[in-house]
Each structure stands twice: as structure tokens, then as C-alpha cells.
């Protein structure tokens, strides 16, 4: 009995491909039909948001615009859809801001989510939760974060928190879940606040929210 209990204990983490297969199988499997906002001081934009397995759509209005996430097995792909069709958002577009807001398209792509260089950094709680605690490094300069540092809940495999750092590997932007709901006996996130930083401080230069209604 005690040598079974040793072996579950001296069992290894899982690797961070591990974590983060998981984490993409998760979030491609969800089927979703919600109203949302991005809140950023006074300025209050809603939005729709449907998903469909590994498809999600964001659908802005006043102007009109839908941002289509597609996620596959070995990247994600963001494209805008209008009545001619889906094109694809390029580099350039993704460092753009959505709405004036600090929340850019990139942000919406989840690409550091297959990002080839990962480690696993240890666990760490984030709101009571216990998380394992990854290292992401960008492949190529097309990203505007250098590398992320990713907070995955253990039980669920949600994502808690993110940071961002620029090319000079300082903070830039923090992602972090501030309070999750229960729809359909489910969880889905409800608030979560996005920061951008000063580069090289953390000095909190603006703080938007992104929050999804039942």
C-alpha cells in the first residue's frame, strides 16, 4: 500500500507539448452561443460570440465586422468574413488594435498556443487555482511578444493568466481571469481584465475587460 502510494506520488509532471495539446483539445471542442463586451474606460463595445467546435466567431456592429478563428491541429488561423467571403488576417494586421481598444486581432489568435518552443515552468496558484506555470518562446519577429508565460489550470485545463513580453523580454500586456460562470453546467469565462504596461515598469498604462454575458 505505501509503495503504490509513493509510485502516484513520484509520478512526473506532464510535458508542456502535453499541456498544451490538452489545452488546444479543450478549447476546439466547445459549442457556445453568447453575447459579449470588450470594456475599456467609458467605451463599451458588445459583440456576439459563436462557437462551433474549432470554429469561433467574434461578430462586432456599428461598423459591422466578424472575426472567424479557425483552430487546427498545428495552428490557428484568423480571417475577417464579409459577403465575398473569408480573408485571412495578415502579420501586419495582427498587431493592430480591435476598436481602439489595447486588445489587438493577434490577441484573438491564440498563436503562442503552437508555438514549438515550451517548457514548463513549475505550478503556481492563480486565484486559488492550482496551475501549471509554461514558458512559450515566439518562433519568428512576426509576433509582437518575444515570449508568453501561460497560467493552465490543472483540473480544467482553462487558461488563467497570460503575459506578454516585448523583444527586450519586458512585460507588455497581462491577460488574467477575474471570475468564471456556470452555463448549462458548464464553465465559461465571465470577466477577464487585459493590462498594458509601460515596457521595462509595471506601471499599468490602460486596462480593458473583456466580459461574456448568459
Known amino acids: 500500500m505505501t509503495f503504490a502510494v509513493l509510485s502516484v506520488l513520484a509520478e512526473p509532471p506532464p510535458s508542456a507539448k502535453d499541456i498544451l495539446d490538452s489545452v488546444r483539445m479543450i478549447e476546439s471542442r466547445q459549442q457556445i452561443d453568447l453575447q459579449g463586451q470588450l470594456r475599456q474606460d467609458d467605451v463599451v463595445i458588445p459583440f456576439r460570440l459563436v462557437q462551433n467546435g474549432p470554429l469561433i466567431r467574434y461578430t462586432f456592429t456599428n461598423p ?14 484568423l480571417e475577417l468574413v464579409s459577403d465575398a467571403g473569408t480573408e485571412k488576417v495578415g502579420a501586419s494586421k495582427l498587431q493592430e488594435k480591435i476598436r481602439d481598444t489595447i486588445v489587438t486581432y493577434g490577441d484573438l489568435a491564440f498563436k503562442f ?54 523583444w527586450n523580454a519586458q512585460l507588455i500586456k497581462r491577460f488574467e481571469v477575474v471570475s468564471a460562470q456556470k452555463i448549462e453546467r458548464r464553465w465559461f469565462l465571465k470577466q477577464m481584465r487585459v493590462e498594458q504596461l509601460q515596457s521595462g515598469t509595471n506601471h499599468v498604462e490602460a486596462r480593458a475587460y473583456l466580459e461574456i454575458k448568459r
Open 64 to 77: 459591422d465586422e466578424t472575426l472567424q478563428l479557425r483552430l487546427g491541429e498545428n495552428s490557428s488561423r
Open 113 to 166: 498556443l503552437y508555438w514549438p518552443t515550451a517548457r514548463l515552468l513549475g505550478e503556481e496558484n492563480v486565484r486559488t487555482r492550482k496551475c501549471w506555470k509554461l514558458q512559450l518562446r515566439a518562433p519568428s519577429r512576426e509576433s509582437a511578444y518575444s515570449n508568453v508565460l501561460l497560467w493552465v489550470d490543472k483540473a480544467s485545463g482553462a487558461l488563467m493568466r497570460m503575459e506578454g513580453y516585448d
